[in-house]
DNA sequence: GGGTAATAGTTCAGTCGTACAACTAATGCG
DNA sequence: CGCATTAGTTGTACGACTGAACTATTACCC
């Protein structure tokens, strides 16, 4: 079912359905999903009945509904030193419901396997140099490489769920279109026929994907509940996340934070315009003021920096961009990815300056910059969450 | 009950209730609430039944406890042309319960009050200069003029549901506190208490309410469902609906656009820094630029704009920070309001180039900036609205 | 070792809300 | 005047949750 999401347009506004019987139990159901699998420490039926504030009795049904789908596993009852009968951990189960996260971007290709467990099950990336490249074949190799993937897992009696392709450009998720990904030289396509994959694919942008892997949060540090997720490389882009949910506007073209106004006498940028941040804070712009080639790794960049001791000029460019940011939508923690998490040490001082200096908010506020935990590749792993986050969402589907 | 809402901290996220039989009541109930009152032309018990998907049954047994409830009105039975038993047509109950709308500007102080069918039941502005002012006194003063109305209203036998106080700062709504309101020269108060009513009152940032207002539409233009609001004085804020619901950020803080940088090299602002919008686009601004004093009647500007047809020069910087915003948050309807409703023809053009200019995505976009249809004093209308959007939402409560 | 308290999980009758179908009410039309 | 048509009501069936009683399994104490 290569699908792209039907666009079901009717003339009065949509809203809420009517809610029936079996809608009660769709939502407690999910409400139990999410009790399961939101908790660090195993939760027994009844310590699910308490956090959830639903009867021992219905906990028990749901719970052995979700077992029964494959979403659930009962660990062996642990006999802790409390008197009682002991209770049996319920965790995710592994390595049952996958979901397949895809992306291009300029600098590689690849494709992650995670289970509900959030374990990478399987993965592949292939580095190589994408910037105008043809987005057929592109795209073929990319479905073959998923297919590869697709059918090891399956093999492994795992079901993929679901697909999500991170592209870095203007993407219409409902549309299943591709508006335009300059740094790919990619322009008005649909992308996802050309992959080639027998199973629900839908597009997104790469940032928003990556903020979503970010909700996973560190190994030490918990994520934040709100944030804004900046992805800094040749283009900037962003995410914001509210109450651990996605801000997409009206059609997802947010966070377009590289073509903000940063001087109006500053030099013309590649959308047209003067003085955009990515023209101050782009990687290839953070290159030529360090005297490197644009096109040079970063590794370079942060070698030259470790070197000099100084900051990058690009921080000043950067807080004032973020200050309009957080004036604008008033989020107080802001996450730095991409190549920024890397050089996060050489802007602090100069984000932060500009972010009590510009925002409005400052004094009533704790503002946060911190860098990006999700590990390299962060939309892979987002768009495998974000099929899985689905599944959670309406466990009845799979019941 | 003078409450300002109580803040439940716990340490687990709060994350969606258990639905219970009730639940789906309450649910359907909202639902059918929703259809009688949104809808241009008067619904039947049968026409609700195929708006929401609902058996004729169960939407008989909803619009019994609507009707009981004094929510919702029957109207004589129509005998339209057609054949079959005459429908019964439901309407919105005039004069059964109201909200209150509350306000203290720079410029004025008033009370407005709203019923259910939208019509104005009473209202009192008065007019005056609250630069600088007292908040005990201009509060106990609004309080008084709030109760004057609510008897009067009382007295008619009408149900004031609550109230909401429109201020023009940083307003924290769940704890009922104003931060800052630079133009009034207030901060760090709580403003419900010296209200001294026996109401629910909330406070609110005035251009949130203002937008609220907005979406009830004009009388001949309908609202549309996302839009940024902006509601340019003195200072200049901003408010964005995405759906037709306010989208608040983290605190409520976000729309601060008048604080956007439009040119760091430009002119010291009143909050520190340099160069932002309101130094381009803030009314007095706008009035030294053509030559008039910063307090001279907005009156005097147009009459000189009339006579000079010469376009507004903070037209451009508005066009930029605007453009900023439709980068960041991916809104593509623009509403001009406060001041910038009659001064949008002097700025129109240079705001539209700005934003075909700087937006990444107005290839794609049909960006609108239209002029505000609320009317005077916005934010009174939009506070009474949000009470009575509040008892739409949860009718069960006055069942 | 056996009794008791404690906790987990299951079973079952009770209640509530919606759906469906049959019914009554009221109108237009031929 | 009868029939078709539409609105609204009544009554039965069904599904989902609850609370209480019951079973299962452990720890602890004498």
New interface residues.
């Given amino acids: 079912m290569t699908t792209a999401g039907t666009a079901h347009e009717t003339t ?2 949509p ?7 079996h ?2 139990r769709e ?2 159901l ?2 139990v999903a ?1 009790a399961v699998f ?1 908790v660090p420490e195993p939760l027994s039926r009844a310590g699910v009945a308490t ?4 009867a021992r009795a219905t906990v028990s049904t749901l719970v052995d509904q979700l077992v029964a789908a494959g979403l659930v596993r009962e660990l062996p009852a642990v006999t802790g030193g409390r008197a009682g009968r002991p209770a049996v951990p319920l965790v995710p189960a592994p390595r049952t419901v996958v979901g397949l996260g895809l992306e291009v971007n300029v600098d590689y290709l690849g494709a992650r396997v995670l289970d509900l467990t959030g374990d990478v099950v399987a993965e592949r990336v292939v580095p190589g140099s994408f910037h105008d490249s043809d987005p057929t074949a592109v795209l073929a190799r990319l479905g073959a490489l998923a297919r590869e993937l697709s059918d090891e897992v399956t093999a492994s009696g795992m079901t993929v769920a679901g697909a999500r392709l991170a592209l870095p450009g ?1 993407v219409d998720p409902r549309a299943g279109t591709l ?2 990904a300059p740094n790919l030289g990619w322009s008005s396509i649909e992308p996802v026929p050309l992959l080639g994959l027998d199973l629900d694919v839908q597009v997104a942008n790469e940032a928003k994907l990556a903020a979503l892997a970010e909700l996973a949060g560190g190994s030490d540090v918990a994520a934040p ?2 944030f804004v997720f900046v992805s800094g490389d040749v283009g900037i882009g ?1 995410a ?1 996340v ?1 109450d651990r949910r996605l ?11 590289g ?7 500053g030099p013309r940028c590649s ?3 003067f003085g955009c941040l990515e023209q101050y804070a782009g990687k290839e712009a953070m290159m030529r003021a360090a005297g490197l080639p644009a096109d040079a790794p970063l590794a370079d960049l942060v070698a030259r920096l470790r070197a000099d001791d100084a900051d990058l000029p690009a921080g000043r460019a950067l807080g ?1 961009a973020l ?3 957080v ?6 923690t802001i996450v730095l990815g991409g190549a920024y998490t890397e050089l996060l040490p050489w802007l602090r001082a100069d984000v932060e300056a500009a972010l009590t ?5 400052a004094p ?2 704790d503002l946060q910059v911190r860098a990006a935990q999700a590990g390299p590749h962060a939309a892979l792993t987002g768009g495998a969450r974000e099929v899985l986050a689905r599944v959670l969402a309406d466990p009845s589907a799979w019941v």
Same sequence: chains 1, 2.
């Fill in positions: 009065t506004r809203g809420p359905a009517a809610a029936r019987q809608s009660l939502h407690n999910e409400l999410r939101e956090a959830t504030g639903l203007l508006q335009v509940d709100s962003a914001i509210v801000f997409l506007g009206e059609r997802g073209w947010n966070g377009e934070i073509h903000v106004v940063v001087d109006p006498a959308c047209g315009a004032s200050a309009d940011f004036n604008l939508i008033d989020i107080g200096e510009r925002v409005l908010a009533f506020v």
